[in-house]
């Protein structure tokens, strides 16, 4: 069911919105607050983008330390997970998951993630303490994203050059191998295979459009802060839609690979491909090194998938990170230009701190806060629903293709034009609103977020959302003239 509203969000909206920051950052040669000055009353949409990719640098580096964390206990001739003779093991403990009935048991890897990892406690209202191994592990990723971006764009392109591509070679690796073991049709078969009654439900729309705007960047200014870089008469259109086929590309092969998996570890436990397919984390550090514990030489492919994934994270992070700071350092050249390296450690030091409160034993719930509330989901589609009318709209579409005309020599075909007046706006809206009439309290398996914590999250949510009208309010009370000046 997650790839019918998958490729309708891609078509009608990642594409174009890809396709759209990109221009914007070429044709203006600034970052994602500079940008604003082709529509001054949505600057707000730059200032929620900031405060958007600020929230989620700080989450989302979270899942690159516990990769790191996987990754170094990887490296042993037994992997850590595979039995149950841990001093951090319970009696409940097992490993045969050919087992039918593990109601009353916790599988070695999952009690590896709950009990050693995270030392987890019951809910967000029992914190605990930092677990040192993690903030170590963090401590780690924020130094590679520094180091990566430290000396600007020009070598930032060189890191990617093997973060790009190592993934790649990683990907067909897995591939080769999960199609191999048995229960992999099936699991194929499960992901390729629609479930038309899922449509229904609202949140399989919201997960498609979060996947497509987190794989693709958009809403953080990221994009715009990369498009900045390139020369003005660059062929933005060619490449949007080039980095655009290969992108959905990789996820959708990245999807064999993992069902193929998924589909092996259903076969050995004799279970539904739906229950072992877990969502959220839980299919990279638990079906994964579940189904990495059944196959020969078991620690050699851990360490290819999480030195997979620990690229891909890298990768994705240094992106966001970079549009944060070249919209900040573009806003203020006089205070920052000069001081871009000072102000890039700055950033990383207050993101660590306050990226600190996600790896303590009660990390996992404020993690999840994060996930939910603060850089995904409803604000995310708040966000973009707002950038694409406010060029389409209020600058005026053909205003904006005769830029790009300008840059590329050509217009673009009429497509891009529909979709940024009618679709995009439409499809956008639409899963915002049909998110926002199925929301439900926020669960985390049996566990329901108490109303204070869920009040944490909608204020994380609010402190981007409320800058698009409350800029729009400050412009028009604030300033001289007509609304059309304004």
């Not at 392109?157 to 229960?183: D, E, H, N, Q, W």
């Not at 078969?189 to 009654?197: A, G, K, N, R, S």
């Not at 996820?251 to 539904?272: C, L, P, Q, R, W």
Request: aromatic share 18%; net charge neutral.
């Amino acid at each position: 069911a997650f790839l019918i509203p998958y490729f309708l969000t891609l078509i009608f909206a990642g594409v174009p919105l890809f396709l759209l920051e990109c221009s914007l950052g070429q044709y203006t040669s600034i970052g994602g607050l500079g940008v604003w000055k082709l529509a001054p009353m949505f600057k707000g949409v730059g200032l929620a983008a900031a405060v958007l990719s600020f929230w989620l640098n700080i989450y989302y580096i979270v899942i690159i330390s516990w990769a790191i964390y996987y990754l170094y206990n990887s490296f042993t001739t037994e992997l850590p997970w595979s039995s149950c003779n841990n001093p951090w093991n319970t009696e409940k403990c097992y490993t045969n998951y050919s087992i039918a009935d593990t109601t009353n048991l916790t599988s070695a890897v999952v009690e590896f993630w709950e009990r050693n990892m995270h030392e987890m406690t019951d809910g967000l209202e029992k914190p605990g303490q930092i677990r040192m191994p993690l903030a170590i592990t963090l401590a780690i990723a924020w130094v590679l994203v520094y180091f990566c971006i430290w000396k600007g764009v020009g070598w930032t392109g060189k890191v990617v050059y093997f973060s790009a591509t190592y993934p790649y070679f990683m990907l067909f690796i897995l591939f080769i191998r999960g199609v191999t073991l048995p229960g992999a049709r099936e699991g194929i078969l499960f992901y390729i295979t629609p479930d038309f009654e899922k449509l229904k439900e609202s949140e399989v729309w919201l997960d498609a459009a979060t996947q497509i705007f987190f794989s693709y960047g958009l809403g953080l200014g990221s994009l715009i802060a990369l498009g900045s870089y390139n020369p003005f008469n660059n062929n933005v259109y060619r490449d949007s839609i080039i980095v655009c086929c290969i992108n959905s590309c990789t996820s959708m092969f990245a999807g064999f690979v993992i069902f193929s998996i998924v589909g092996f570890m259903a076969h050995v436990t004799k279970k539904d491909i739906a229950d072992v397919a877990a969502s959220g984390p839980g299919l990279a550090f638990l079906a994964y090194p579940e189904a990495v514990t059944q196959l020969p030489v078991s620690p050699l492919w851990a360490i290819l998938f999480f030195s997979m994934l620990l690229m891909l994270g890298i990768d994705s992070q240094f992106c966001t990170v970079e549009g944060f700071i070249t919209a900040l350092v573009d806003e203020f050249p006089r205070a920052l230009r000069g001081r871009r390296e000072i102000f890039i450690a700055v950033v990383c030091l207050v993101s660590y701190v306050i990226g600190l409160s996600n790896i303590t034993q009660g990390g996992i719930y404020v993690f999840k806060l994060f996930d939910y509330y603060s850089a995904s989901g409803m604000c995310l589609l708040f966000l973009v629903f707002f950038e694409c009318i406010s060029i389409s709209w209020c600058y005026g579409v053909n205003k904006f293709y005769d830029n790009i005309q300008e840059m590329i020599g050509y217009k673009p075909c009429i497509w891009w034009k529909m979709c940024w007046v009618v679709f995009t706006p439409l499809i956008v809206g639409g899963v915002f609103l049909f998110s926002a009439i199925q929301m439900v309290p926020l669960k985390m398996g049996d566990y329901v977020f108490p109303g204070w914590g869920q009040g944490v999250g909608w204020l994380m949510a609010l402190s981007s959302m409320v800058l698009i009208p409350g800029y729009m309010i400050y412009m028009y009370l604030g300033l001289k003239g007509t609304y059309k000046e304004v």
